[in-house]
Structures are given as structure tokens and as C-alpha cells.
């Protein structure tokens, strides 16, 4: 198992890893791997927008030394069950408002206790900004019309001073009338008039057509 | 640190942390509304937030400062009087010390677990409904529009003996708004079978509410508050502005007076008052609604009392009105 440039990862080849916060049980069917006495679970690109970002030669140091993470849209916990992994020194806390996907969130967290489900909107940050603070790093995959929108909105009411964050901006899908370069632009333009820097801009393929990932700083 | 070209902080900032309401000025704190530091009341405060409400140390703070201008980087607070403002950033002066993190955690848990359970409250469902419906309302107005716009191309017929025939209007682009005609038909039926579906479920999940409101305002307020166990924890002054959230924002931006009467303004007896009355009897339709709110939630059979005691109210509302009439307007 290899080290990489984010902390928290690691790689065999082109496969991404974690370290299994709970060793003996996957979040799904992911690969479990035994390395150097430790267990170590398979970080998949096609699944989790994420390690697409990495895979596709994301900023090195991406989210090292973060101490405390506010993940936007978390769905299932596949992602974030590995940001999690990944700094687990930090508290990552994660909105998800469905709640059809938030009672397998909730589960996922019960052994893992720095991930911390929140069930709410992230179009609302006020209802959570209390309980999360100022957050070094935020990360938002959401899908939804408003998505920059709302990554300018949290990162006003969450994210620290110089924080980091990475919006997966869905650029495609069959609802959405604009082209893809319309949608990147006029994203480009609610961030920078939020005075968020853009740090870099990376499509995802081929694990995912519609996104492209924006990294910020804040 | 705060370098050269970062902006100075405000001078007085209301900062609300997991673990109690702050008033910071000049960079000093002030005053320190600390939360108990039990999982239970710290869960309480989480649960308000989450309903978008404050939480009892803020209210204090609020208090103390009577008024006086401050800022703050939490939208809950703007609507008592608190200005938003970027450079406020939610942060305690460093000498602050924040109490076990796991203390936190625990409480977010059994917020997050019960939020969790107040989710599957089928009274949710008459949430969705009502949006349904106000979806199809949005779409029958475009499809309705351009039906109007459509039908203003037809040629009227021609008088006999024009000499050049128009050219026809193409036969599948008449197929294709025919199409959209019955579309507009199955807009309209859909719409009224959602509002049958609200009518026939809410005396059975909400009897009192129904009772007290009418179905389909009942359904609406419920919609609002986001379920019947929410609006259950609503007090009477939220409830009497709930649905008034457009003209609240207009308030906030200084384009209008706060609002006085949300949904409720819609019920029979306050439209059919006159203006002088609406606000007391629109109180006094609040309270009564909290209650039976309360009652709904906690699944109490129909309450017989709720609505005459709402009626013998408006009563006395309009009789002490006519008693304080001067004589010469009593022609
Ligand atoms: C594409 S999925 C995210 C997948 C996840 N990031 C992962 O990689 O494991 C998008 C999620 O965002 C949630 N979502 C959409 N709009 C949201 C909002 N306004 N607030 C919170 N969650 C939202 C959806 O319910 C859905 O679960």
C-alpha cells in the first residue's frame, strides 16, 4: 500500500484506498484489503465523485490538516465514509435532506463517531451553522439548480478564512435546458462575485460525464 | 490573524455557537448566555435551529441589547432586528473555551435520530400534496398561456370568394396542440384529484385543525410548518404569520411593514371582518390553532369546544365593536 499526496489515502496502482474505520465490515461491497497488519477499504472512482477528483490529478494536500469538514449532499455516506477515513483526527459533518437517504447516513455514523449526519437543507445553512462552526474544508454534491447558489451560501456561514472547498458542479442532465459551458460560467461567476478564489476546474471522466469539480478557497 | 486587507470585524456581533448565545463588541465579549451542558437541553436547542427558531440564550442577548444595532453572520436572527453582515464570522475572541466536543456529538445524534423520526410523519405526505398542487398551478398557467397565444393564430374563416385561399395551418402541428389541450385537461383533474385526496385525509390525520380551518387551509398550514409534529411545537404568534414569508422578506428588505396575518388571513371569518378586527381575531384563530395543533399530534379525537370557542370569540370581537361605535356613525 502507497502513501499518496492527500492525506489519508492510499493506493495500490490506480486503486484508491482508506483506512477501514471499522475493520471486518464494508459500507457496501467494497473491496476489503489486508496490508501491512491493517485493513483497508477500496475507494471507488465511478461511485464516488470524489475519488474521480483525485484520480484526476486533484490539488496535492487537498484537505490535509483539515480539522473539521462540511459535506453537502451526502446521500448514502459512500464518500463521505471514506473523508471520514481519511482524517480521522476531524469532525465531518454531513447534511443530507431526504430522509430516505439519511436513515442509511445515520447508521453508517453509529461506528464512526466524528461523522456526524445532520438532517436538513443546505439551502438553509443558518438551521445547522451553529452546530458546525467554521469548517476548514467544504464539499458540496448536491445536484440541484441552485448548487452554486448554495455553495456560496454555506461557505458565507461555514467555511473559515482561507478554508478550501470543492463543489462537483453537475454541468449535465436531461432537466437542465443550458449547455454544460453555460452552466460552468455562469457557476464560475456566482463564486468569484462571492469573492471565493478558484483554484482549478477538473472534469471527471470517464467515471462521470456530468460534473465537473471546482476547487475554491475561501 | 487578521492581515492588513482583511476587513475589520463589526463593531457589536451576536455569535451563536452549540454551546450558548454570545455578544461580542470591539472584539471583547460582553455578555455569555451559556446552554446547560446536558445532552437533553443541548438536543432542545439543535431541535430549534433546526425549525429555523431561536434558541433561549439568544433570545436573551436580544433582550439585553433592546434593540441596539448588531451583526451577525446567522440568518435566523435578521428577522429580530439583526443586521448580516459578511465581516461578522461567527466566532468567539480566542480566550473562550469550548466544552467536550463529545457532549456536541451525543446531542446531534439524538437531534439527528429524532429529526430522523419526526421524517416519516405521514402528515408529510399532505406537504408534498399541497406542493404537487402548487406545481400544477404554476404549469396550467404556462400551458393555459400558450394555448390562449396559440388559438389567437387561427385564421378566422374566410368570406366566399377570396380570391387567393390562405395555405393551411399544417395538420400535425394541429395534432401537436390538440395534444397539449387534453394535457391541460389532465393538469386540471389531476390538480382537483389532489385536492379531493387533501380533503378526504385530512379530517382523519388532523380532525381538530380540519375542524377549526377547513381542510384544505389545514393542509396548507401544515404544509408550511413542515408537518403536523412541527407545527405542534409552533407558538401561536408563528403560526399567525406562516405563509406570510414573501412579505416578510419584502419586510426585510425595507420595502414593506411586517407582516401581521399569514395563511390564516384566509379563513372565512377574518376575510369576511373588518379590517380593524382582522389582527384580534387573527390572534385569536392562532391560538386556538396551536392547540389544536397539539391536539392532532398527539392523535386526541375531535375536540368539540375548539370552534365555538373560535366563533363565540369573533362574536365579541364584533360586539364590542358595535358597542364602541360613536353614535354618529350609527345612521
Ligand atoms: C448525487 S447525490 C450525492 C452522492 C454523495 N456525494 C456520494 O458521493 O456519496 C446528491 C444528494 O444530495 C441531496 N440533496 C439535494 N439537494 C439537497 C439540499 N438542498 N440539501 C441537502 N441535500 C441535498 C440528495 O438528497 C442526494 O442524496
Keep these: 500500500m502507497d502513501v499518496t499526496e492527500w492525506a489519508g489515502v492510499y493506493r495500490e496502482g490506480r486503486q484508491l484506498y482508506t483506512r477501514n474505520a471499522v475493520p471486518g465490515r464494508p459500507v457496501h461491497d467494497e473491496e476489503l484489503r489486508r496490508a501491512d497488519g491493517l485493513e483497508y477499504r477500496a475507494w471507488d472512482p465511478f461511485r464516488s465523485k470524489l475519488a474521480a477528483y483525485l484520480l484526476h490529478a486533484a490539488p496535492p494536500g487537498l484537505w490535509n490538516g483539515c480539522r473539521s469538514v462540511l459535506y453537502l449532499g451526502g446521500a448514502h455516506g459512500t464518500t463521505a465514509s471514506h473523508l471520514a477515513e481519511a482524517l480521522p483526527e476531524a469532525t465531518v459533518y454531513v447534511v443530507e435532506k431526504s430522509p430516505t437517504s439519511f436513515a442509511p447516513l445515520l447508521r453508517l455514523s453509529r461506528d464512526r463517531p466524528s461523522l456526524v449526519p445532520i438532517l436538513a437543507d443546505a439551502q438553509l445553512p443558518e438551521r445547522y451553522a451553529a452546530d458546525v462552526g467554521r469548517v476548514d474544508f467544504l464539499y458540496q454534491d448536491v445536484a440541484q439548480r441552485q448548487q452554486a447558489a448554495i455553495f456560496v451560501e454555506n461557505a458565507r456561514a461555514c467555511l473559515a478564512r482561507s478554508g478550501r472547498g470543492l463543489l462537483m458542479l453537475k454541468v449535465r442532465s436531461v432537466t437542465q435546458r443550458q449547455p454544460a459551458p453555460v452552466i460552468l460560467r455562469s457557476a464560475r461567476s456566482t463564486l468569484t462575485s462571492a469573492r471565493l478564489a478558484v483554484l482549478h476546474e477538473s472534469g471527471l471522466a470517464p467515471f462521470s460525464q456530468e460534473h465537473v469539480a471546482i476547487s475554491i478557497r475561501g | ?331
Design chain 2, 1 to 331: 490573524m487578521t492581515g492588513p486587507s482583511e476587513p475589520l470585524p463589526p463593531r457589536r456581533e451576536i455569535v451563536t455557537t452549540w454551546f450558548g448565545a454570545f455578544l461580542v463588541e470591539e472584539g471583547r465579549l460582553v455578555q455569555a448566555e451559556r446552554a446547560p451542558l446536558d445532552p437533553a437541553a443541548l438536543a432542545e436547542r439543535i431541535d430549534l435551529r433546526r425549525a429555523g427558531r431561536l434558541v433561549p440564550e439568544e433570545e436573551r442577548i436580544l433582550e439585553r441589547l433592546g434593540g441596539l444595532a448588531a451583526a451577525t453572520s446567522d440568518r435566523r436572527l435578521v428577522p429580530h432586528g439583526v443586521t448580516l453582515d459578511p465581516r461578522a464570522r461567527g466566532e468567539l475572541p480566542g480566550a473562550e473555551a469550548e466544552p467536550p466536543v463529545e457532549l456536541h456529538r451525543a446531542a446531534l445524534r439524538s437531534a439527528a435520530v429524532r429529526a430522523l423520526d419526526a421524517a416519516w410523519d405521514p402528515s408529510i405526505h399532505i406537504e408534498e400534496a399541497i406542493r404537487a398542487q402548487e406545481d400544477l398551478d404554476r404549469v396550467q398557467n404556462l400551458v393555459a398561456e400558450r394555448l390562449t397565444s396559440w388559438a389567437g393564430r387561427d385564421p378566422p374563416d374566410a368570406p366566399e370568394g377570396t380570391p387567393t385561399p390562405r395555405s393551411p395551418v399544417d395538420p400535425a402541428l394541429l395534432e401537436g396542440r390538440a395534444a397539449l389541450e387534453r394535457l391541460a385537461g389532465e393538469i386540471r383533474s389531476t390538480h382537483d384529484r389532489l385536492a379531493a385526496a387533501i380533503e378526504e385525509t385530512l379530517p382523519r390525520r388532523a380532525p381538530n385543525l380540519s375542524a377549526l380551518l377547513g381542510p384544505d387551509l389545514a393542509a396548507r398550514l401544515l404544509a408550511r410548518a413542515g408537518g403536523i409534529a412541527r407545527l405542534s411545537r409552533l407558538p401561536a404568534g408563528t403560526i399567525q404569520v406562516l405563509g406570510a414569508e414573501r412579505a416578510f422578506f419584502e419586510h426585510l428588505r425595507g420595502r414593506a411593514p411586517p407582516p401581521r396575518h399569514g395563511l390564516l388571513f384566509l379563513h372565512p371569518r377574518i376575510q369576511s371582518a373588518p379590517r380593524s378586527e382582522r389582527g384580534k381575531l387573527a390572534r385569536a384563530l392562532a391560538g386556538k390553532a396551536a392547540i389544536a395543533a397539539r391536539l392532532d399530534a398527539s392523535g386526541a379525537p375531535l375536540h368539540p369546544d375548539l370552534r365555538t370557542a373560535f366563533d363565540a370569540r369573533a362574536t365579541q370581537v364584533r360586539s364590542q365593536r358595535l358597542a364602541r361605535r360613536p353614535p354618529s356613525n350609527r345612521r
